[in-house]
């Protein structure tokens, strides 16, 4: 009988460990904006998306949620967030210990100096609102990798 069995045990075993092993979750979005319902319904196109989602109301509590979340992956903020921009939350991402963190602006209400200063801080991208979801998650799922 001709053995057709191509693995020897040792390359089966690891192969079987590397199967079974769990696999990484998906990384969180954080999403960060004043506005409760743009905020909500960002949210929910990310969950209707399988995309695990925080959000924040603004730049203070995303940004510490940033630095207590290890499993947040991703940014996306308004520019408009009250009192702190979405410029000085970028700004702040940046001089921190998450500053590869990849961000992607959503905003209805910027001028082009905004756009250019947001992409000086390297963000991923800049959106304005009304969004196009789908350029939206093909955005996110790029970045996080899905």
């Given at each position: 009988?001709?053995?057709?069995?191509?693995?020897?045990?040792?390359?089966?075993?690891?192969?079987?460990?590397?199967?079974?092993?769990?696999?990484?979750?998906?990384?969180?979005?954080?999403?960060?904006d004043d506005d409760a319902d743009s905020r909500e319904l960002l949210a929910e196109i990310f969950t209707l998306h399988g995309i695990p989602c925080l959000?924040?109301?603004?730049?203070?509590?995303?940004?510490?949620?940033?630095?207590?979340?290890?499993?947040?992956?991703?940014?996306?903020?308004?520019?408009?967030?009250?009192?702190?921009?979405?410029?000085?939350?970028?700004?702040?991402?940046?001089?921190?210990?998450?500053?590869?963190?990849?961000?992607?602006?959503?905003?209805?209400?910027?001028?082009?100096?905004?756009?250019?200063?947001?992409?000086?801080?390297?963000?991923?991208?800049?959106?304005?609102?009304?969004?196009?979801?789908?350029?939206?998650?093909?955005?996110?799922?790029?970045?996080?990798?899905?």
């Open positions: 009988m001709v053995d057709l069995d191509i693995l020897t045990d040792a390359e089966r075993e690891a192969l079987s460990e590397v199967l079974l092993a769990p696999q990484a979750a998906p990384g969180r979005v954080l999403v960060v959000v924040a109301d603004n730049a203070q509590a995303g940004f510490d949620l940033l630095m207590t979340n290890r499993a947040v992956s991703l940014l996306v903020t308004d520019l408009r967030l009250g009192a702190e921009s979405g410029l000085d939350l970028i700004r702040q991402v940046r001089e921190s210990e998450r500053a590869a963190l990849p961000i992607i602006v959503v905003s209805g209400n910027a001028g082009v100096k905004d756009a250019i200063e947001a992409m000086h801080l390297s963000v991923v991208d800049f959106l304005l609102k009304p969004i196009d979801v789908d350029q939206l998650i093909t955005l996110v799922r790029r970045e996080l990798d899905l």
